[in-house]
T-cell receptor, first 106, second 116 residues
Framework: KNEVEQSPQNLTAQEGEFITINCSYS?????LHWLQQHPGGGIVSLFM???GKKKHGRLIATINIQEKHSSLHITASHPRDSAVYICAASRNQFYFGTGTSLTVIP | DAGVIQSPRHEVTEMGQEVTLRCKPI?????LFWYRQTMMRGLELLIYFNNNVPIDDSGMPEDRFSAKMPNASFSTLKIQPSEPRDSAVYFCASSFAPGQGDEKLFFGSGTQLSVL
C-alpha cells in the first residue's frame, strides 16, 4: 500500500476549466508538498504546506490534517498548465504519490 | 545559489559498463535524496542522506547500486555493472531535514540514463 495516494491518475480539461487534484496520505507528516513536472522537464516544487491553504497565482493548495487529505486547485486552466502534478508527504523522508497527468486542451 | 546541480544530463552506455552520476546539493541543505523515475513506477526513492550519512538505502535495487556522500557538497550514485533495466531518469534532490521546519524539496534537472 502506498503511503500517498493521488487521484485522478489522468485528467483532461478544456481551457478555462477549474481543476482539482486530490491527495490522501496515511502517515503522520511534517509537511505536504505539491510538485510539478512538465514533459521532458525537471521537477519544481509548487507548494509546501502543513496547515490551511496557500495560493500562488491561479494555483491553490489546501490541506486537512485531521482527514489526511490535500487538494491542488487550478483556476482558469491554461494549456501551459499541462504537466504531471505530484503530491509528496514528508516525515523523516519524502513519500511520493504516483502523479496526476493533466492535459489542458485549447 | 544555482540550485541542485546534476551531471551528466544524459548518459548512454552499454550493458556491463560502470555509470557514475553526480550531484551537488544546494549549499546549506543537510538532506540529499537520490530518486529514480520510470514510466512504470514513477518516482522511487533510492537512498537518503542526512548530514552526509546514509539514513535509508532500502530503495537501492541491488548491490550493483552504490551511493556516497563524501562531503556536504557532493554525492555520487554508481551503477556497476549497468543493465538495460536501469534505464531511467535519475534525480537528485536536497532540502533541510524533514521535520526541521523549512523542508522545501529542490530537484536537480535529472540524468537521463540509457543502457543499451
Amino acid at each position: 500500500k502506498n503511503e500517498v495516494e493521488q487521484s485522478p491518475q489522468n485528467l483532461t480539461a478544456q481551457e478555462g476549466e477549474f481543476i482539482t487534484i486530490n491527495c490522501s496520505y496515511s502517515v503522520g507528516i511534517s509537511a505536504l508538498h505539491w510538485l510539478q513536472q512538465h514533459p521532458g522537464g525537471g521537477i519544481v516544487s509548487l507548494f509546501m504546506l502543513s496547515s490551511g491553504k496557500k495560493k500562488h497565482g491561479r494555483l491553490i493548495a489546501t490541506i486537512n490534517i485531521q482527514e489526511k487529505h490535500s487538494s491542488l486547485h487550478i483556476t482558469a486552466s491554461h494549456p501551459r498548465d499541462s504537466a504531471v502534478y505530484i503530491c509528496a508527504a514528508s516525515r523523516n523522508q519524502f513519500y511520493f504519490g504516483t502523479g496526476t497527468s493533466l492535459t489542458v486542451i485549447p | 545559489d544555482a540550485g541542485v546541480i546534476q551531471s551528466p544530463r544524459h548518459e548512454v552506455t552499454e550493458m556491463g559498463q560502470e555509470v557514475t552520476l553526480r550531484c551537488k546539493p544546494i549549499s546549506g541543505h543537510n538532506s540529499l535524496f537520490w530518486y529514480r523515475q520510470t514510466m512504470m513506477r514513477g518516482l522511487e526513492l533510492l537512498i537518503y542522506f542526512n548530514n552526509n550519512v546514509p539514513i535509508d538505502d532500502s530503495g537501492m535495487p541491488e548491490d550493483r547500486f552504490s551511493a556516497k556522500m563524501p562531503n556536504a557538497s557532493f554525492s555520487t550514485l554508481k551503477i556497476q555493472p549497468s543493465e538495460p533495466r536501469d534505464s531511467a531518469v535519475y534525480f537528485c534532490a536536497s532540502s533541510f531535514a524533514p521535520g526541521q521546519g523549512d523542508e522545501k524539496l529542490f530537484f536537480g534537472s535529472g540524468t537521463q540514463l540509457s543502457v543499451l
